[in-house]
């Protein structure tokens, strides 16, 4: 019997977290389709086109709409983000705020500013999808790890230098 095409997501997230819960993740957040559409990375780092300074932009802009989230260390890279947040209870905390909630108000926001782009500004159109339906995620268990994704992202275009090379 032939059964219609079904979409599965691969559950990704702890099952019985709450992602409610103070305390600091890290995400990773990647385009559809791979390619350099936030910048380029040299010697000198990562270098960001209009489109990753609008991606940019938006991240540090999160705190205004959440205003229980802190960020901390965060990157845009050629084609993914990299990013240190801390949900917390702060004097007026929304209601029901998660990491969820977080991560798809950044990617709604960053797509409609995107298909702006691309009739304003003459940005390359994107096919589909612009950001990938899921996004990974970690919880930060003490400092050691927070020290180590700090670490992570300020190395991160350097060791995406260094595998494009071995990769040519």
């Not at 992602?19 to 000198?44: Q, S």
């Not at 802190?70 to 998660?98: C, K, Q, R, Y």
């Not at 500013?113 to 990974?136: M, N, Q």
Request: with cysteine; hydrophobic share 35%; proline share 8%.
């Amino acid at each position: 019997m032939d059964r219609p095409y079904q979409r599965r997501r691969t559950q990704k997230r702890l099952r019985d977290y709450d992602y409610a819960n103070p305390g600091p993740y890290w995400v990773t957040i990647r385009l559809h389709r791979p390619c350099p559409l936030f910048g380029t990375v040299d010697d000198d780092g990562m270098h960001l086109s209009d489109i990753g300074a609008m991606v940019d932009a938006a991240w540090r802009s999160l705190p205004e709409r959440f205003p229980s989230l802190v960020l901390d260390s965060w990157i845009v890279m050629p084609d993914h983000v990299h990013g240190l947040l801390t949900l917390f209870e702060g004097n007026a905390p929304p209601a029901n705020l998660n990491l969820g909630q977080v991560i798809g108000a950044f990617k709604s926001i960053t797509t409609t500013r995107y298909i702006g782009g691309v009739r304003e500004a003459g940005w390359p159109p994107y096919d589909r999808y612009f950001w990938l339906e899921d996004y990974y995620e970690h919880i930060i268990r003490d400092e050691r790890d927070l020290d180590a994704k700090r670490l992570y992202i300020e190395r991160n275009p350097w060791r995406w230098m260094a595998k494009r090379r071995n990769e040519g």
